[in-house]
C-alpha cells in the first residue's frame, strides 16, 4: 500500500492526530514568544547624561521634588536632531567647570561633550530592559539590534542543520534535539551577565526553536489526511499570533526583564515531556526502506485511534523493493533540489519568497514602537490582525489556491507599506501599517504550506530547511534595515514595500499545489508544474497521473485532454 492510502485508513484526523496538532500549536505560542520577546526585552526609553550624581537639591527646597529635571535643564543641551522625541540631549552634556556648585538658575550653555558619568533612564514604563542594565545607548546603541540579528542568525544555522538532519536522522529525533537546545538557551539568557552572552544563548535558543519546529510541522503534515493539511497548517499560524496576546499581557505586569525572560521561558521546560510519544513519520520510514518499522508503527497509531487494519498493509514485495530503492539510493542534500532546472528555478522562487516575508514580517512586528500608540496595545493589535489574516488564509487557499493567495496578498502588502511612507503618525498610519501586515501574517502561513507541497518526500524537510534558512536571513536584515531609519526615516518601508511587490510577481511563476497529492520521489518532484497546459487548467494538469487514465475494453481514454505523455513506462502504457 501507498502512504497516501494508508492515512485514511489511521483517520485523517484521529485522537493521534489531535495530540500532535495540539502539541504543535502549544508549541507555536511558545515560539512567538521566543522570538519577539526581545521587544520588550530592549525596549527603548529616554535616557540621558548622569550630571552631578551626588547632587540632591537640599539647598533648594523648591526643586527637591523634581531635582533630575533641574539638573536636566541646566547640564544637558538640546537634541541633536530637530525632530527628536525629547526635551534634552541623549548622549551628550554641557561641560561642567571644575568645583562648580550647582544653582538651578544657571545656564551653563558652553562646550557639547559626551557623558562623563554614564547615563540615567527613564523607568515610568520599563523598570530594567537589557538597554539600561548593559548601557546600550549612544555609541553602543546598535548593540541591542545586533542582539536580535544574532537571534536569526541562529534561525539561519538552525533551518539548514535541521532540515538536513530531520531527513537523515528521522523528524521525531530531531525535534527532541532542537527542544533540548531551546530550552538550555532560553531559560540560561535570563541570567545573562552582558551583552555577548545574551546575544549567545539567544543564538542557542533561535537554533533550538526553529529545528524543533521545522521537524514537528513535517511530522504533523505526514501523518494528517490531505484534506487537513491547510487547517492544521494555518491554525499553527493562529497559535503563533495567540503567542502576541500571551507575551504583551505578561509583558504588560512584568516590566523587568530578567523576570520577563523567565517567566515565558519556563514553559519550554514543560515541551520536552510529551515529546518521547510521538511516533515517527511514516512517510520518513518508508522513504528510508524501513518497511518493518513502519508497519509497527501504523499500528500503533491505529491502536491509539481505535481503528481496525487489514492484516497486511506491504508485501514481501514490497519490502524487497523499498530495501533495494533504499540501498542504491544517494541519501538527499540540498544538491538535489539544484540539479535539475525545474526543481532549481522553483526553489529560488520559494526561497526569495521566503525571505521577503520573514524580512517584512518581522520588521512591521518589531517597530510596532514607532506607529505613536502605546507599546503594549500596539503590539497586541499586531498580534490581533494576524488572526483574522490566517482565517481568511486558511478558507482562501482551498478557494483560490495557494499560487494567487501568496501573489496578490504579496503585492498588497507590498503597496501598502510604500503607501505608509505618505501618511503622518496618527491612527490612518496604524491602520494601513496593519492591512500590510494582514496581508504578510497570511501569506507567510500560506507559504509553510505551499513549500511542503511543493517539494517530493526525500528531500522535504531539506526544502523546507532550505527555504527557511533564506527566511532567517530576512530576519537577520530586518534590525538592521529598521537602524536604516536613522538615516533616511522612510528607506525601511522603501526596501520592505519594494521587495514584497517583486515577490509577489515571483511567486506566479510557481504551479499550483491546491489538491494535488505530495510528490513522492525526485522524478515526480522535477515533473511537477514542469509544462504548461495546452489546453488551459492548472499548471499541474501538464503531467499525465495513472488516476487520470481510465480503462475500458476498447483501450485507455485519456479524461484529460490536456497533456503530455513524461515517463517512458507510461508511454508505453498508453
Known sequence: MKVDEIIPLLGNFGRYQFFVVTYINILSIIGCMTTLSNVFFAAE??????????????????????????KKAVCLPPPERENSNYQYSSCEQWVIPDGYQFNPYDNLNGSRIECQNGWEYDTSQYKTTTITEFDLVCDDGGWASLAQSV???????????????????GRKKSAIIGLMFWAVGFVVTTFSVNIYMYAAFRFIAAFGNIGAYISLFVLVLEIVGKSYRTAVSMLAGIFFAIGYFVLATTAMYIREWRTLSLVVSLPVLI?????????????????????????????????????TLPDVLFTKEDIQEQAESSESSVPPSVIDLYKTPNMAVKTIN????????????????????????????????????????LIYATFAVEKFGRKWNTAILELIGGVACLATIFIPIGIWRTVVSMIGKFCISATFSIIYLYTTELFPTPVRAVGLGLCSVAARVGGILSPIILLLGDVFEALPLILFGS????????????PETMGQKLPQTLKEGEDFGKCKCMGGGTDNESIVDLEEIDASKDGLALTNPAFEVTDEKMSEQV
Request: aromatic letters at 16%.
Open 151 to 169: 537571534y536569526f542568525v541562529g534561525f539561519l544555522v538552525g533551518s539548514f542543520t535541521f532540515g538536513t538532519l530531520s531527513d537523515c536522522m
Open 350 to 389: 520559494m526561497q526569495y519568497n521566503w525571505l521577503v516575508n520573514s524580512l517584512v514580517y518581522y520588521g512591521l512586528s518589531q517597530s510596532t514602537g514607532d506607529l505613536g500608540v502605546d507599546d503594549y496595545w500596539a503590539f497586541f493589535v499586531s498580534g490581533a490582525v494576524e488572526i483574522p489574516a
Open 499 to 510: 521587495s514584497a511587490v517583486v515577490a509577489g510577481l515571483l511567486a506566479l511563476f510557481l
Open 271 to 307: 515541551l520536552l515531556f510529551p515529546a518521547p510519544f510521538f511516533q515517527e513519520s511514516i512517510s520518513w520510514l518508508v522513504s528510508k526502506g524501513k518497511i518493518e518499522e513502519a508497519e509497527e508503527t501504523i499500528r500503533r497509531i491505529a491502536k491509539f485511534n481505535k481503528k
Open 45 to 70: 526609553s529616554d535616557h540621558w547624561c548622569q550630571v552631578l550624581p551626588d547632587e540632591n537639591c537640599t539647598s533648594w527646597v523648591e526643586f527637591q521634588d523634581n531635582c533630575t529635571d533641574a
